[in-house]
């Protein structure tokens, strides 16, 4: 039995890669290997492979790696977004690509609330100076911001932007949302949401601006030189979606400038940035390392799904979470 499983090329094992708990959930339908490895022998290798599980987009689905894999049927990502997948290229080799979706968005949405609350109550500052060995008082001009009653306007009003209306709800946030199309009237009840036709107006708005939309061609830049302007100079710029959704020249500018307040980042573009970046040398933004998905359960759980998907497609069945070109 053991010798009938499938093979599935995988990135890495480790700080780069999957930790060993959840290359155990892969194993017991797979047999797997490492990209490193593979390269070492792709003529070897390659024809035996099913399926490629794409972690962070590693490997890379490029069409250099896809044309060492002829027997490959499925690309599995972990994540709900596709963006660094050629959808349409991959599925014209007869390659199904397929994603997971739901099972991120608590924990994303819960990155959202803490990133937007550890900006407005300045926590990273408090524990610097709370663990500086030069403090010897704490300085009263340590202020930040009501979270409580403040306005939070959502630009992406999907299963993670409704999970984070639904976590400002229990901070008594009211709640603005943008999206391409209005949510149902027992949607916005159930967070207490109010649609915005125009996002012009939820910029102008709202106390802290949440990114929570997909990376396309329509949203690459969303928030620019204008969209910033448009903001209260109190307001907070929290985006959880992807860096080049923001131009981040412009968001800079805005930093510098106090045409915002702050912005507090779990995406940037590229990720990590150059060590010389501005955005790193500036005191009022935060930025996290695209960890909104790093639970263990939540990894656990996406990668029990890629493995349900990968599984179904190598089988020739209805695959559960198939990603189709639009």
């Known amino acids: 039995m053991e010798d009938n499983k499938p093979w599935a090329l995988i990135s890495e094992l480790g700080d780069q890669g999957y930790l060993g708990k959840v290359t155990d959930i892969m194993k017991q339908h797979f047999h797997i290997i490492c990209y490193k490895d593979f390269l070492q022998n792709p003529q070897l290798h390659g024809p035996k492979i099913q399926a490629m599980f794409v972690w962070n987009a590693c490997p890379a689905a490029e069409p250099s790696l896809l044309s060492l894999l002829p027997s490959l049927k499925v690309v599995a990502n972990g994540g709900v977004g596709i963006d660094h997948l050629d959808v349409p290229y991959i599925n014209s080799l007869g390659v199904k690509v397929t994603n997971t979706p739901g099972v991120v968005s608590n924990a994303t949405a819960d990155m959202a609330l803490a990133l937007l609350l550890a900006s407005a109550r300045t926590v990273l500052e408090g524990h610097q100076i709370s663990v500086d060995p030069k403090t010897t008082y704490i300085p009263q001009t340590l202020m930040g911001v009501e979270v409580t009653g ?177």
């Open 150 to 326: 403040s306005t939070m306007g959502i630009i992406g009003m999907g299963h993670i932007g409704h999970k984070i209306a639904r976590r400002g709800k229990g901070f008594d946030m009211k709640i603005l949302y943008h999206n391409r199309s209005r949510r149902s009237v027992e949607d916005e009840r159930a967070v207490g949401a109010t649609y915005c036709a125009n996002m012009d107006e939820l910029l102008k708005e709202s106390d802290f601006v949440v990114l929570a939309v997909n990376l396309t061609s329509a949203t690459t830049g969303l928030i620019s030189h204008r969209e910033l302007s448009l903001m209260k100079p109190t307001a907070t710029l929290v985006n959880i979606s992807r860096g080049l959704v923001v131009d981040q020249d412009a968001l800079v500018k805005a930093l510098q400038s106090g045409t915002i307040r702050a912005a507090a980042l779990d995406v940037t573009h590229p990720e990590p940035l150059p060590r010389d970046h501005p955005l790193l040398r500036l005191p009022n933004v935060i930025i996290t390392p695209h960890i909104g998905t790093n639970t263990y359960a939540t990894t656990s759980e996406m990668v029990q799904m890629m493995v349900e998907n990968a599984v179904a497609a190598v089988k020739g069945q209805t695959i559960p979470n198939e990603v189709k070109p639009k």
